[in-house]
């Protein structure tokens, strides 16, 4: 288990930008996949994006490609998701997710099931 901080949520006006961040205070051992989550209101939680410690490899959910960016700092064991072109339909809790097993890869959505620790979510409300 990991302990997963997310930061950075707020209200946005549609076609504005956000940048959240996911901060593991006790650092992670070894290589881990860091995926971003969401959930709206009576909807399913669905992956945004992924990304693998080992060689950065990445996912982008077909509503994040353009739009949003995942980035890592390994040094400050925070992975970042920029999104930008915000629209009304990107609200949602936002949550991140790690885990040792899972490698993200471009073609394959990350396992949602499989991920062992998260964070406690926050909140995006993309709104005029």
């Known amino acids: 288990q990991v302990q997963l901080v997310e930061s950075g949520g707020g209200l946005v006006q549609p076609g504005g930008s956000l940048r959240l961040s996911c901060a593991a205070p006790?650092?992670?051992?070894?290589?881990?996949?860091i995926g971003w989550f969401r959930q709206a209101p009576g909807k399913g939680r669905e992956g945004v994006a992924c990304?693998?410690?080992?060689?950065?490899?990445?996912y982008d959910a077909d509503s994040a490609k353009g739009r949003f960016t995942i980035s890592s700092d390994n040094a400050k064991n925070t992975v970042y998701l920029e999104m930008n072109s915000l629209k009304p339909e990107d609200t949602a809790v936002y949550y991140c997710?790690?885990?040792?097993?899972?490698?993200?890869?471009?073609?394959?959505?990350?396992?949602?099931?499989?991920?062992?620790?998260w964070g406690q979510g926050t909140q995006v409300t993309v709104s005029s």
């Open positions: 006790g650092g992670t051992s070894g290589y881990y996949a």
């Open positions: 997710a790690a885990d040792p097993y899972i490698y993200c890869s471009d073609r394959v959505p990350p396992p949602i099931t499989d991920f062992g620790s």
């Open positions: 990304i693998s410690s080992s060689d950065g490899s990445t």
